[in-house]
T-cell receptor, first 111, second 115 residues
Framework: GNSVTQMEGPVTLSEEAFLTINCTYT??????LFWYVQYPGEGLQLLLK?????DKGSNKGFEATYRKETTSFHLEKGSVQVSDSAVYFC??????????FGKGTRLHILP | DAGVIQSPRHEVTEMGQEVTLRCKPI?????LFWYRQTMMRGLELLIY????????DSGMPEDRFSAKMPNASFSTLKIQPSEPRDSAVYFC?????????????FGPGTRLLVL
C-alpha cells in the first residue's frame, strides 16, 4: 500500500541551526511528493512539492529532493528561525485523487 | 480570493446534540476534502468530493457522521448525535482539477468540543 513515514518529534533546535526532517515513503507508481506546514491555530499550507524523481522543491529557504532510489523526500533548511516553529507534514499522492499525510513532526526553534 | 471558508470557527456542544460544520471551497476548485485532526490520531481524511459527488467516504468513522455537497460552493459535515470522542479540529480543503496531485488549500478549521 501507499504510506509515508516521517521522523517523530518534537524536534528542538536553536536559532540558525541546520534542520533535517526525514521522510520516507512507500508507493506504487510515481507519486508526487509534498511538504505541508501547519502554524499554531491554522490549517495546513503547502510548503513545497516535487512531481518526479530528482526534482528539488524549494520555498522560504526550505528544500527537499525527490529520491526514488532511496524512496525519500527529506526536508532541509540551512538556518532556521524562531518563526519556523510549526508542525511539518510529509505527504504523497499516488495515482488516485487522495493525498496521504504522514503523522507530522513538531519543530521548536529556541531563540 | 478569500480562501477556503469554514464556519463556525469554534463549537462547544453537549453530548447527543447535532453538530453541523460548513465549508465554502475556493471558486473553481472541483475537489473538496474533509479532515479531522486530533493529538492521538493525527490528520485523518474523512471524505472527499469531486464535482459535488462523494468519491471516497471510507474514512467516515460511523453512521453518526454524514457529509453533503449540494453545489460547487458549499459543503456540510454533520454529526448526529455527537459524542465526546468527536472532539477534534475539523478541516475542509479544496483543490483544483487533477485533485490530489495539485496543491490542497486548507481552511482555518473548526474546533469542536463535545462535553
Amino acid at each position: 500500500g501507499n504510506s509515508v513515514t516521517q521522523m517523530e518529534g518534537p524536534v528542538t533546535l536553536s536559532e540558525e541551526a541546520f534542520l533535517t526532517i526525514n521522510c520516507t515513503y512507500t508507493a506504487t507508481g510515481y507519486p508526487s511528493l509534498f511538504w505541508y506546514v501547519q502554524y499554531p491555530g491554522e490549517g495546513l499550507q503547502l510548503l513545497l512539492k516535487a512531481t518526479k524523481a530528482d526534482d528539488k522543491g524549494s520555498n522560504k529557504g526550505f528544500e527537499a529532493t525527490y529520491r526514488k532510489e532511496t524512496t525519500s523526500f527529506h526536508l532541509e533548511k540551512g538556518s532556521v528561525q524562531v518563526s519556523d516553529s510549526a508542525v511539518y507534514f510529509c505527504a504523497l499522492t499516488p495515482r488516485d485523487d487522495k493525498i496521504i499525510f504522514g503523522k507530522g513532526t513538531r519543530l521548536h526553534i529556541l531563540p | 480570493d478569500a480562501g477556503v471558508i469554514q464556519s463556525p470557527r469554534h463549537e462547544v456542544t453537549e453530548m447527543g446534540q447535532e453538530v453541523t460544520l460548513r465549508c465554502k471551497p475556493i471558486s473553481g476548485h472541483d475537489y473538496l476534502f474533509w479532515y479531522r485532526q486530533t493529538m492521538m490520531r493525527g490528520l485523518e481524511l474523512l471524505i472527499y468530493f469531486n464535482n459535488n459527488v462523494p468519491i471516497d467516504d471510507s474514512g467516515m468513522p460511523e453512521d453518526r457522521f454524514s457529509a453533503k455537497m449540494p453545489n460547487a460552493s458549499f459543503s456540510t459535515l454533520k454529526i448526529q448525535p455527537s459524542e465526546p470522542r468527536d472532539s477534534a479540529v475539523y478541516f475542509c480543503a479544496s483543490s483544483p482539477p487533477r485533485g490530489g496531485r495539485e496543491t490542497q488549500y486548507f481552511g482555518p478549521g473548526t474546533r469542536l468540543l463535545v462535553l
